[in-house]
């Protein structure tokens, strides 16, 4: 199988290498769904515009508005909320947030030496948000955990805090923020199509990035940056290869006087030192030395909703139920740490996934679903191969994988059922304790088999 993977990634390589232009990025594989990306860049924008200083001048304001308009309407991007802030910070930087929040460094803007390059930045950091680098990132290395994270957001807490509670913050090394040398480069691309859809050269993002870089040596003022856009190297030379695919145009887009904002900025009060950005306490994950005993009446209740329905024990909860996913436990099961974050001892998680391509491999697809519960689950192990089933007349694999249960001192069995619904992957994840798994396996058997999958 892997194999098998790997030799089709390089023939896909080959042939674009052959073709010379490069066929522009698409969003990767993601547990989050684009509301969800939305919703945890506000949370976030909340506590980022705590610790920095926004610019409230209107004209600075209205200009990168403008650009940053003008780069998501032309660009052909939409499909964000994006919004576009100045904040008043000395350093060399802009971020964005999941789901379109946009911040840029009045640094940054004095030190771009024309509109394009300030374009180019706002381009490349938008690339970002549209291709979902930060919770595609986050899916990839916490998979499990986002899932019951998703799943089973309690009331009060925000997206942000239970991301947290995983050790995702928002600073420059986590997950959210840091990119790959991957994403750089898919952002390069997509940020010079956006940049020259709407009229900028896109060969002034690589000369800025470049010019930067020489000098981040000499400065702290941009190590931010760089450190959460590592450089995917040959900037320039991949910028003005990929310029001879692109279709000629008048460059010079201008939506306003650069010159004249960085006078605006020189007049501004100083900045304020720059936001300490706080490294949020990751604790360790919730445990418990009670081990509960879970009732089992025997009788079951429905669980529905216009995708899926099947039945589940009497007495079990929804714990929550969002968009595409809905974690149903027994209140003994869940473990509540003190700082309010949450774990399953024994859980019913069922959800859908949208596969990168659109389309399901489910032999694929599974993999990489299984390979991101480990990951993210330290000493968990996929515990047998997958087998064949049938679930709701749609093909399903069925895996077992072996974990550490919040129960101290006891082992988890998860079992794991993907389902091929050709543009979705139904997951379906039945967890318990080892030591009890025997009692509850036919209870989640009787679960799988009344699985209805309605789109
Ligand atoms: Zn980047």
């Known amino acids: 199988m892997r194999k098998r993977l790997v030799s089709g990634i390089l023939l896909v390589a080959m042939v674009a290498a052959a073709a010379g232009a490069k066929k522009l990025p698409k969003p990767g594989w993601n547990l989050f769904s684009k509301e969800q990306d939305v919703q945890l860049g506000q949370e976030a924008a909340q506590q980022i515009e705590k610790q920095?200083?926004?610019?409230?001048?209107?004209?600075?304001?209205?200009?990168?508005?403008?650009?940053?308009?003008?780069?998501?309407?032309?660009?052909?991007?939409?499909?964000?909320?994006?919004?576009?802030?100045?904040?008043?910070?000395?350093?060399?930087?802009?971020?964005?947030?999941?789901?379109?929040?946009?911040?840029?460094?009045?640094?940054?803007?004095?030190?771009?030496?024309?509109?394009?390059?300030?374009?180019?930045?706002?381009?490349?950091?938008?690339?970002?948000?549209?291709?979902?680098?930060?919770?595609?990132?986050?899916?990839?290395?916490?998979?499990?955990?986002?899932?019951?994270?998703?799943?089973?957001?309690?009331?009060?807490?925000?997206?942000?805090?239970?991301?947290?509670?995983?050790?995702?913050?928002?600073?420059?090394?986590?997950?959210?923020?840091?990119?790959?040398?991957?994403?750089?480069?898919?952002?390069?691309?997509?940020?010079?199509?956006?940049?020259?859809?709407?009229?900028?050269?896109?060969?002034?993002?690589?000369?800025?990035?470049?010019?930067?870089?020489?000098?981040?040596?000499?400065?702290?003022?941009?190590?931010?940056?760089?450190?959460?856009?590592?450089?995917?190297?040959?900037?320039?030379?991949?910028?003005?290869?990929?310029?001879?695919?692109?279709?000629?145009?008048?460059?010079?887009?201008?939506?306003?006087?650069?010159?004249?904002?960085?006078?605006?900025?020189?007049?501004?009060?100083?900045?304020?030192?720059?936001?300490?950005?706080?490294?949020?306490?990751?604790?360790?994950a919730p445990t418990t030395d009670k081990m509960p005993s879970i009732q089992l009446s025997g009788r079951t209740q429905t669980y529905q909703n216009n995708a899926l329905q099947f039945e589940y024990p009497e007495g079990w909860q929804q714990v929550s139920s969002e968009q595409n996913s809905v974690t149903i436990a027994p209140k003994e099961g869940i473990v509540q740490g003190q700082d309010g974050q949450t774990a399953f001892g024994y859980a019913i998680v069922a959800g859908a996934a949208q596969p990168p391509s659109g389309k399901v491999d489910l032999n694929k697809d599974t993999q990489a679903f299984l390979q991101n519960l480990v990951q993210s689950n330290p000493g968990s192990k996929v515990a047998s191969n997958p087998s064949q089933v049938s679930i709701s007349s749609s093909p399903a694999l069925v895996t077992q994988v072996q974990g550490t249960s919040p129960f101290r001192g006891q082992k988890e069995n998860v079992v794991v059922i993907t389902v091929d619904r050709q543009n979705a992957l139904y997951y379906f994840i039945f967890v318990s304790p080892e030591t009890d798994y025997k009692r509850l396996e036919p209870v989640y058997q009787r679960v799988a088999q009344s699985i209805r999958i309605n789109r």
């Open 52 to 284: 920095y200083q926004v610019v409230s001048n209107a004209e600075l304001t209205a200009y990168v508005n403008r650009i940053g308009n003008r780069l998501v309407k032309q660009g052909g991007i939409e499909g964000f909320p994006y919004t576009f802030k100045v904040v008043n910070d000395d350093s060399i930087n802009a971020f964005a947030l999941p789901g379109g929040p946009m911040y840029v460094h009045t640094g940054l803007m004095k030190a771009a030496e024309n509109e394009a390059q300030l374009a180019g930045v706002l381009a490349h950091e938008l690339s970002h948000v549209y291709l979902r680098h930060g919770t595609n990132q986050a899916s990839k290395a916490n998979g499990l955990q986002i899932i019951a994270m998703l799943g089973g957001q309690l009331a009060g807490g925000g997206m942000l805090g239970s991301l947290a509670n995983l050790g995702i913050g928002l600073g420059a090394n986590s997950v959210l923020m840091k990119f790959s040398r991957g994403a750089e480069s898919d952002a390069d691309l997509m940020g010079m199509n956006i940049m020259a859809r709407s009229g900028y050269n896109p060969i002034e993002m690589a000369r800025f990035f470049e010019k930067l870089e020489a000098e981040s040596g000499k400065s702290s003022k941009m190590q931010e940056f760089f450190s959460s856009h590592p450089n995917p190297g040959n900037r320039v030379k991949m910028v003005e290869e990929q310029m001879r695919y692109l279709p000629s145009k008048q460059y010079g887009a201008q939506e306003g006087n650069l010159q004249q904002m960085q006078q605006i900025i020189g007049k501004l009060p100083a900045a304020p030192k720059p936001g300490t950005q706080q490294q949020q306490q990751q604790g360790p």
